[in-house]
């Protein structure tokens, strides 16, 4: 396999990623360059480590996470999207966005790195089956969903500066939304 095979399957794996990003950029009233490095490691970073398990496990593991992968991805974007409403509709008007700014929340930072990483860990199963050289295929992942994670905190931060509490909204909806989509393409009711 390829350098542009493999790129194109780090764009194509890092688009959840990449869309989370938008939506945690689009509660940032100023763009903290340092969280979006922080969050753009998370991602990038799982979207290599998946694979990398996904290949040293081989297809030992891949009957028992492909048939619920589907859930765990719906079900940690559907709580983080959920939280994001429930903190948009409820946050006191007093307070101001550069509290919200102040502090990443890791623990959500980690569910979400994990939700739009599971489909990697399916393809690195696959990297073991075609005997893929592991090493540059990960880091091509890895940097690609990085670079991708980084555009897209900017690109949410654009919109959410100039909107924050619809845009708050919006990314929660997106989230939820995105965990649908995972969810009814798996369940094979939708392809996208």
């Not at 297809?59 to 859930?71: N, R, V």
């Not at 994670?149 to 900017?154: I, K, M, Y």
């Not at 708050?168 to 965990?179: H, R, S």
């Amino acid at each position: 396999m390829g350098f542009v095979e493999l790129f194109l399957i780090g764009v194509g794996l890092s688009m959840d990623a990449f869309a989370v990003s938008i939506c945690k950029g689009l509660g940032m009233s100023r763009l903290n360059m340092r969280q979006a490095a922080v969050i753009a490691l998370f991602f990038g970073g799982f979207q290599a480590l998946m694979p990398l398990i996904g290949w040293a496990l081989g297809s030992q593991l891949a009957e028992l996470i492909t048939p619920i992968d589907h859930w765990i991805a719906f079900a940690l974007l559907a709580f983080v999207g959920g939280k994001m409403l429930w903190d948009a509709f409820h946050e006191d008007d007093e307070q101001g966005g550069e509290a919200k700014d102040a502090k990443l929340d890791l623990k959500e930072l980690l569910m979400l790195a994990i939700a739009t990483s599971i489909d990697a860990l399916a393809v690195g199963i696959t990297f073991a089956f075609l005997q893929v050289a592991i090493v540059p295929s990960v880091t091509i992942i890895g940097v690609t969903t990085f670079v991708l994670s980084f555009v897209g905190v900017a690109v949410g931060h654009f919109f959410g500066a100039r909107f924050e509490k619809p845009a708050t909204i919006a990314g929660g909806v997106v989230l939820i939304l995105i965990g649908v989509k995972i969810l009814l393409e798996h369940l094979g009711v939708v392809a996208f």
